[in-house]
């Protein structure tokens, strides 16, 4: 298994809703990330993990909550969002140091998220 | 702060046309540099990379050459296709380690028309 898969491909959800987006690899991969991309510009880092501990928050609002149950799985709960949170949320993981393409990030292909 | 700098879009190219995207970088250390295609509706797909200096990455075509005295990183492609319509970011990474993050730069998009 060589990819990142994310589910759902598509949300769609209300202000009040609570939701959750998931993320899985089964590459053996130590790193897995959360961004979040708006259209027509670059993806934007929000959250890292590395060896299932959160290590990088990019001041991102407490109603982006993730979480990484084990090494192959990365969730991003999500509560009382804003439609200025519309957007396509990607998910992406990368090798530890010492395996090759370990300095690469390995992208899944995206939830779009619409928030009403 | 590490940066990267392309040019902006949009380009429009008719198919066997050659192509070229300037990426152009400012980062502290030794960065990897890379070039990630985004085809209409999906993630990103790593196009192709380079870890240190004079490396040339190679793949579908495109080639990039890691110059560290103009540091920079351009895009180029001898005969563009239709379906290399896309939009390209060129990105460095300055940490070794596996849980450094992507700078990228703002994106170019490329139209080819038949």
């Known amino acids: 298994d060589t990819e990142v898969t994310q589910t759902p491909k598509h949300l769609v959800m209300g202000m009040t809703n609570k939701k959750s987006l998931k993320c899985e690899q089964h590459m053996g991969h130590r790193a897995m990330y959360w961004y979040k991309q708006k259209a027509k510009k670059p993806p934007e880092l929000m959250f890292v993990y590395s060896y299932e501990k959160l290590s990088i928050n990019e001041s991102v609002p407490s109603r982006f909550s993730p979480e990484c149950p084990n090494s192959s799985l990365l969730n991003l709960h999500l509560h009382a969002l804003q439609p200025e949170d519309s957007a396509l949320y990607l998910c992406a993981s990368s090798p530890p140091a010492g395996q090759s393409s370990y300095n690469e990030q390995f992208f899944g292909p995206g939830t779009r998220l619409t928030v009403l | 702060g590490d940066s990267v700098t392309q040019m902006e879009g949009p380009v429009t190219l008719s198919e066997e046309a050659f192509l070229t995207i300037n990426c152009t970088y400012t980062a502290t250390g030794y960065p990897s540099l890379f070039w990630y295609v985004q085809y209409p509706g999906e993630g990103l797909q790593l196009l192709l990379k380079?870890?240190?200096?004079?490396d040339k990455g190679s793949n579908k075509g495109f080639e990039a050459t890691y110059r560290k005295e103009t540091t920079s990183f351009h895009l180029e492609k001898g005969s563009v296709q239709v379906s290399d319509s896309a939009v390209y970011f060129c990105?460095?990474?300055?940490?070794?380690?596996?849980?450094?993050?992507?700078?990228f730069g703002k994106g170019t998009k490329l139209s080819v028309k038949p």
């Open positions: 380079a870890t240190k200096a004079d």
């Open positions: 990105a460095l990474r300055t940490d070794g380690g596996s849980q450094g993050n992507l700078i």
